[in-house]
C-alpha cells in the first residue's frame, strides 16, 4: 500500500506550537462524511449544518473577526445555542479535525451525546475530563488568578483555562470570556491561537482536543509557513523521505521495453487495405 503522501517539509513539536495548516478540508471532511449540508457565500466563507438543522459549523476566512471556526448546538434550530465553540484562525487544523471527526459521531448517536451536558460526579461527563489527558502527559496544575483553574504545558507556552461562578451565556459566544479557553503562544493575554467553549459543551468533545495535542506525534508543517513566533520554542526536524521498497528498486532498474503495438481486429466494419507500391 502506497503511504500517504505527508504535506510539509519540517515536523513541529510540541504540536501545540504547528500553528494552522492554511485549509480547512480536513476539519470539514468528516461532517461532510456523515451527510451534513454545506454551502459558500460570495466571500468563499462555508457553512455547514446537520440535517436536522440543530448543529452548525461556520468556517469563516473573511468573518469579522479572528474565530475562524464558530460550532454552535441547539436545542431546537430557532432558539438560542446549547453551547458553542471557537478556534481562531492560527489554531492548528488537526485539532479542529478532532473535535469535528467525534462531533460526527456524538451526532449520529442523538441529541443525548452531542447535547450531554458537563455534569459533576458522573463519570462519563464530568467537567474536568479534558484535563485528565493534559495531566497524563505532565502539565501542571496552576491557578493563574482568581476564579480560574488552569494547567500548563511543561514548556509554559500552552494553557487550558477553566473559569469558574456565573459567566454571560452571550459573552462566552462572541468572546474569549467563556467557561472553557485553550491558548498558545508567550502568554494568555496575548496567544498566538486560542480555542473557547462555552459552558455546557459536552466533555467528550473537549477531551478529543486535548487528547489530540498530547498526542506524541509531531505535525507536519512547511517550513516558510511555520510562525515566526516558535523561533527558539519548536522542535524542527527534516522529514526525510521513506527509503525505497526492494520492490521500488527493482521497478528503477527494470529494462524498459517499447509499448505492444495494438493491432486492429479485422471486422466487417474495417476499411479496406491499401494498394501497396508499385514495384
Request: glycine share 8%; aromatic share 8%.
Amino acid at each position: 500500500m502506497t503511504p500517504p503522501e505527508i504535506d510539509g517539509d519540517v515536523y513541529v513539536w510540541p504540536r501545540h506550537l504547528a500553528s494552522t495548516t492554511g485549509t480547512g478540508d480536513p476539519a470539514l471532511g468528516p461532517l461532510l462524511d456523515a451527510g451534513w449540508d454545506m454551502r459558500r457565500d460570495e466571500d468563499s466563507n462555508v457553512y455547514m449544518s446537520a440535517p436536522d438543522r440543530r448543529v452548525r459549523l461556520g468556517y469563516l476566512p473573511e468573518g469579522e473577526d479572528d474565530g475562524l471556526w464558530r460550532i454552535t448546538a441547539y436545542k431546537d434550530p430557532f432558539g438560542p445555542p446549547a453551547w458553542g465553540v471557537c478556534f481562531n484562525d492560527r489554531a492548528p487544523t488537526e485539532f479542529v479535525t478532532a473535535f469535528t471527526t467525534v462531533l460526527a459521531t456524538a451526532y449520529e448517536q442523538g441529541p443525548d451525546a452531542y447535547l450531554a451536558r458537563p455534569l459533576s460526579g458522573d463519570d462519563d461527563h464530568d467537567p474536568f475530563l479534558p484535563v485528565v489527558p493534559l495531566l497524563n502527559r505532565g502539565w501542571e496544575i496552576d491557578r493563574p488568578r482568581r476564579g480560574v483553574f488552569a494547567v500548563q504545558a511543561p514548556d509554559g507556552h500552552t494553557g487550558l483555562e477553566f473559569t469558574t461562578g456565573h459567566l454571560d451565556p452571550e459573552d462566552e459566544l462572541t468572546t474569549r470570556d467563556a467557561r472553557w479557553q485553550l491558548w498558545a503562544g508567550k502568554s494568555v493575554n496575548r496567544p498566538v491561537w486560542y480555542a473557547t467553549a462555552s459552558t455546557d459543551t459536552p466533555v467528550a468533545l473537549l477531551t478529543a482536543v486535548t487528547e489530540c495535542i498530547v498526542d506524541p506525534a509531531p505535525l507536519p508543517r512547511w517550513r516558510e509557513a511555520t510562525s515566526s513566533y516558535i523561533k527558539g520554542m519548536a522542535q524542527l526536524t527534516p522529514i526525510v523521505p521513506p527509503a525505497p521498497t526492494p520492490l521500488d528498486i527493482q521497478r528503477a532498474v527494470a529494462p524498459h521495453r517499447p509499448p505492444a503495438v495494438s493491432i486492429p481486429r479485422w471486422s466487417t466494419t474495417s476499411r479496406p487495405a491499401l494498394p501497396g507500391p508499385s514495384r
